[in-house]
């Protein structure tokens, strides 16, 4: 269940990255509800200057791409029966720039991380690595940075709207992330603006034009399996965030 939409070519595209795109088939018209984009984090193919992210080789799927594809399956199906036009997108953020009401990332964190949920912040920018993923965030690119696809912007508004969204995942998350349903691992929230800068500086705020960005760290692999392998529970609860928030906007009833 990966219908994804075809993206627009960006300027400057390789010749691998135009034949991924032709790859992409166009997602279908869902109807007249507000449009989500549920990212499932570290899928292939993946966003030029982040290929090597494959994600954390843990978790109760063997990788943290065995996580997000299920759960991104789980909270596209559940948004569709709300009356969302929900789509999802791999890791190359397909389509580049496309408006919506909604993007969140769906992801788990490495042995002896946190749970926490990030969202897009204005004035900030995207992180670059060494070549195509390795090193330390950096705010700007290292002299071997792989080059990147053409950046979005986020607004001041898209900012209030995005910290909205988080804290209303959030909301709905934090009572699931429990011992009694296998997590034992750390909370770590909504960050601040000068939180998590792999979180706060996501590269896929800045490839689509949606009304409030986020991304979600669902738990600790290893430490938190028994919970991620809960893969509808977590669904669940991150899509009753997305629709709290809708509502808040006005936009779904």
Same mark, same amino acid.
Request: charged content about 20%; overall charge positive; hydrophobic content about 40%.
């Given at each position: 269940m990966?219908p994804?939409?075809?993206r627009?070519a960006?300027?400057?595209?390789?010749a691998?990255l135009?034949l991924?795109s032709?790859a992409?088939?166009?997602a279908?018209?869902l109807?007249?509800?507000?449009?989500?984009?549920?990212?499932?984090g570290?899928?292939g193919?993946?966003e030029?200057?982040?290929?090597?992210q494959?994600g954390?080789?843990s978790? /109760?799927?063997?990788? *943290?791409?065995g996580?997000?594809? =299920?759960?991104?399956?789980?909270?596209? #199906?559940?948004?569709?029966?709300a009356?969302v036009?929900?789509r999802e997108?791999?890791?190359?953020?397909a389509?580049? %720039?496309?408006?919506?009401?909604?993007f969140?990332?769906?992801h788990?964190?490495?042995?002896g991380?946190? #749970?926490?949920i990030?969202h #897009?912040i204005t %004035? @900030?920018?995207?992180?670059? !690595?060494?070549? *195509?993923?390795?090193g330390?965030?950096?705010? =700007?690119p290292?002299? @071997?940075?792989a080059?990147h =696809?053409?950046a979005?912007?986020?607004?001041?508004a +898209?900012e209030?709207?995005?910290? @909205?969204?988080a804290?209303r995942?959030a909301?709905?998350?934090? /009572?699931?992330y429990?011992?009694a349903n296998g997590? =034992?691992?750390r909370? &770590? &929230?909504v960050?601040?603006?000068?939180?998590?800068?792999?979180?706060?500086? !996501?590269?896929g705020?800045?490839?689509?034009?949606?009304?409030a960005?986020?991304?979600?760290?669902?738990?600790?692999g290893g430490?938190?399996?028994?919970?991620?392998?809960?893969?509808g529970?977590i669904a669940?609860?991150?899509s009753r965030g +997305?629709?709290d928030?809708l509502r808040?906007? &006005?936009?779904?009833g």
């Open positions: 990966r994804t939409p075809t627009r960006p300027a400057v595209v390789s691998g135009a991924a032709c992409l088939a166009a279908p018209a109807g007249a509800g507000p449009v989500v984009y549920v990212q499932a570290h899928e193919p993946r030029p200057g982040y290929r090597d494959t954390a080789g978790g /109760p799927f063997g990788s *943290e791409v996580f997000t594809t =299920r759960t991104a399956d789980a909270v596209v #199906a559940r948004l569709r029966v009356g036009d929900a997108s791999p890791g190359l953020v389509p580049w %720039g496309a408006p919506a009401a909604v969140v990332s769906l788990h964190d490495v042995p991380g946190a #749970a926490a990030g #897009a %004035g @900030d920018g995207e992180n670059w !690595y060494h070549g *195509e993923g390795g330390a965030p950096s705010p =700007r290292y002299p @071997d940075s080059p =696809r053409n979005t912007t986020v607004s001041a +898209v209030w709207r995005s910290r @909205d969204l804290h995942i909301a709905r998350y934090r /009572p699931v429990t011992a997590a =034992r691992g909370w &770590g &929230g960050q601040t603006r000068d939180g998590n800068p792999r979180m706060m500086s !996501y590269y705020f800045y490839r689509t034009r949606a009304a960005r986020v991304i979600v760290e669902a738990g600790a430490t938190d399996d028994a919970l991620l392998a809960r893969t529970l669940a609860a991150v +997305v629709l928030h808040r906007r &006005g936009l779904l």
